[in-house]
């Protein structure tokens, strides 16, 4: 009865990680909805507007020639719009197939019984090749993901495109372009103003922003501002006149919420780039670039619904945290760390790959302690099951009397091994 216990599948506690899995389609489902809907939404009313003028002009006694090209250029504009409708559409049908393909991968989970299964291995593998692939994705290995993706057949369980579009923003960014970033701003509007952005991943990037702004997506105020920086960084007359024209348009609409920022702003305009005050030099700087690219990743992941860390660093810190104990990081660990051990460990954080990997890991929590029978203390406090210790000691050759702890290789006097009793 134990071992069914032990060995049962609760598919409920493997769903958290997978939540993405199902997240992102409903993200792309809705902004592909709401896209459709500002396309119909416009174009309907560039035709109204033009029919109502054609009516009125052959009522005025417009020539006909003249009637039927206003009515030929309105069943171009309806032609154009049906061709983008129907690439929307194709967009749509194509989620919703990697979403029943992913359902069914869930479904799968929950129709394996035992964790000894062979299906159970098979369906982890699949799952160990996403999380790679999400993985290589968000380190910018596009083509290495794609690979593997196609490899092992998990094209539809997996966001290739959707993680690719945003390491080109991304990049351009680094490289130090902001046109990219700003189209992405103004094609997602309406949801950036609508969706909070994480404050905390903000004040990580930006320890020192405004409080009026945290929580609210300020990347495009950002991008704006950097623009400018770049205006005033060159010096020139012309481009100066630019910045403040710039600046009177984009920056100065938000003196409310960023007061601190603006004021930096129009200070900048007093001072080159060889300042050493430090307010301004850091608005001078090149990190700023890198500034920018993670606040636009931490955007994009937050209106997609995407978790900010790689699902990879998710699933190994939990596996990590559950296998690892006191004993892992100790000067005694095993054979490996103290050459008068007498044993070898076989625990995989205590191996040299994961070792220093889980160093800083917090350990899990444990409702059950396991320890072996008859167990005696040695002075130096650690425990060990009796029957195993002399053993052990007659097997090495230990003089007759004495007991040599396995672990750290110290002899002692039988007499002062103390038994100990579980309460």
Same mark, same amino acid.
Request: aromatic fraction near 8%; glycine fraction near 4%.
């Given at each position: 009865m134990a071992e069914l216990t032990t060995t049962r599948l609760n598919a409920e506690s493997h769903l958290p990680l997978d939540q993405a899995l199902l997240r992102l389609p409903c993200e792309l489902v809705r902004k592909n909805f709401k896209t459709s809907q500002r396309i119909v939404e416009r174009d309907r009313d560039n035709v109204i507007d033009t029919l109502r003028a054609t009516a009125n002009g052959a009522l005025a006694g417009d020539a006909a020639p003249q009637s039927i090209k206003a009515l030929d250029s309105m069943i171009a504009k309806m032609q154009g719009l049906k061709r983008k409708l129907d690439g929307l559409h194709e967009e749509e049908k194509r989620i919703h197939k990697n979403s029943r393909k992913r359902i069914q991968h869930l479904q799968d989970l929950y129709d394996i019984p035992s964790l000894a299964d062979v299906k159970y291995e098979e369906?982890?593998?699949?799952?160990?090749?996403?999380?790679?692939?999400?993985?290589?994705?968000?380190?910018?290995?596009?083509?290495?993901?794609?690979?593997?993706?196609?490899?092992?057949?998990?094209?539809?369980?997996?966001?290739?495109?959707?993680?690719?579009?945003?390491?080109?923003? #991304?990049?351009?960014?680094?490289?130090?372009?902001?046109? #990219?970033?700003?189209?992405?701003?103004?094609?997602?509007?309406?949801?950036?103003?609508?969706?909070?952005?994480?404050?905390?991943?903000?004040?990580?990037?930006?320890?020192?922003?405004?409080?009026?702004?945290?929580?609210?997506?300020?990347? #495009?105020?950002?991008?704006?501002?950097?623009?400018?920086?770049?205006?005033?960084?060159?010096?020139?007359?012309?481009?100066?006149?630019?910045?403040?024209?710039?600046?009177?348009?984009?920056?100065?609409?938000?003196?409310?919420?960023?007061?601190?920022?603006?004021?930096?702003?129009?200070?900048?305009?007093?001072?080159?780039?060889?300042?050493?005050?430090?307010?301004?030099? #850091?608005?001078?700087?090149?990190?700023?670039?890198?500034?920018?690219?993670?606040?636009?990743v931490t955007n994009y992941h937050e209106l997609l619904s995407l978790p900010e860390r790689p699902l990879l660093h998710i699933a190994l810190s939990a596996g990590l945290s559950s296998l690892k104990t006191p004993s892992c990081h100790s000067a005694y660990a095993s054979s490996s760390s103290n050459a008068s051990s007498s044993t070898t460990s076989v625990c995989p954080i205590c191996s040299t790959e994961l070792n220093d990997l889980a160093r800083n890991v917090p350990y899990a929590h444990h409702t059950k302690s396991y320890v072996e029978n008859d167990p005696v203390v040695l002075p130096n406090g650690r425990v060990y099951g009796r029957d195993r210790l002399f053993q052990i000691s007659s097997q090495i050759g230990v003089p007759p009397g004495q007991v040599k702890d396995p672990t750290t290789g110290e002899l002692f006097e039988q007499s002062r091994i103390r038994k100990v009793y579980i309460s």
């Open positions: 369906w982890s593998r699949v799952r160990l090749n996403r999380l790679l692939v999400d993985y290589l994705l968000r380190n910018g290995y596009g083509e290495s993901a794609k690979a593997l993706a196609a490899e092992k057949g998990i094209t539809e369980l997996v966001d290739v495109d959707v993680f690719l579009h945003c390491h080109k923003i #991304e990049q351009s960014l680094y490289e130090g372009r902001t046109q #990219e970033a700003l189209a992405w701003c103004n094609e997602n509007k309406q949801a950036l103003k609508k969706k909070l952005v994480s404050h905390d991943s903000q004040r990580l990037h930006n320890p020192r922003m405004h409080a009026n702004s945290l929580g609210q997506s300020n990347l #495009e105020f950002e991008l704006r501002l950097q623009q400018y920086i770049e205006l005033v960084r060159s010096g020139q007359k012309d481009q100066l006149l630019e910045a403040i024209k710039h600046a009177q348009k984009f920056i100065a609409p938000h003196r409310d919420t960023h007061t601190p920022e603006v004021d930096k702003a129009m200070g900048l305009l007093a001072y080159p780039v060889e300042t050493r005050i430090e307010r301004y030099s #850091e608005m001078y700087s090149a990190s700023r670039w890198n500034y920018l690219a993670r606040l636009f």
